[in-house]
């Protein structure tokens, strides 16, 4: 059974940061994008990140380009995102997926498996 478990969230002051991690078990995912998503209070959920099979190629929503960095680890089934820079607009349900496709979509539709999601706050 496959299984993603996000870490990491909490509340944060503007201008700080967090590290998100999601730890993929029940299968190997070196083979697979994995991407990172959030929703807000109602909203939509939308695309924050994604990262390829192999680490090589990153995709970021325009909204967190030059703050948030998506890496991850194969050999600990692990992905990460680290956010600087928060704003309160970055308060959010963060959300970590994996497909079976290798390319790192920000489409929600490419990815099959999601976790439960950890709270971002980012308030004053």
């Known amino acids: 059974q496959v299984q993603l478990v996000e870490s990491g969230g909490g509340l944060v002051q503007p201008g700080g940061s967090l590290r998100l991690s999601c730890a993929a078990s029940?299968?190997?995912?070196?083979?697979?994008?994995m991407g990172w998503f959030r929703q807000a209070p109602g909203k939509e959920r939308e695309p924050v990140a994604a990262?390829?099979?192999?680490?090589?190629?990153?995709n970021y929503a325009d909204s967190v380009k030059g703050r948030f960095t998506i890496s991850r680890d194969n050999a600990k089934n692990t992905v990460y995102l680290q956010m600087n820079s928060l704003k309160p607009e970055d308060t959010a349900v963060y959300y970590c997926?994996?497909?079976?496709?290798?390319?790192?979509?920000?489409?929600?539709?490419?990815?099959?498996?999601w976790g439960q999601g950890t709270q971002v706050t980012v308030s004053s």
């Open positions: 029940g299968r190997t995912f070196s083979n697979n994008a």
């Open positions: 997926a994996t497909g079976s496709s290798g390319w790192p979509t920000l489409s929600a539709l490419g990815y099959d498996y």
């Open positions: 990262i390829s099979w192999g680490g090589g190629t990153t």
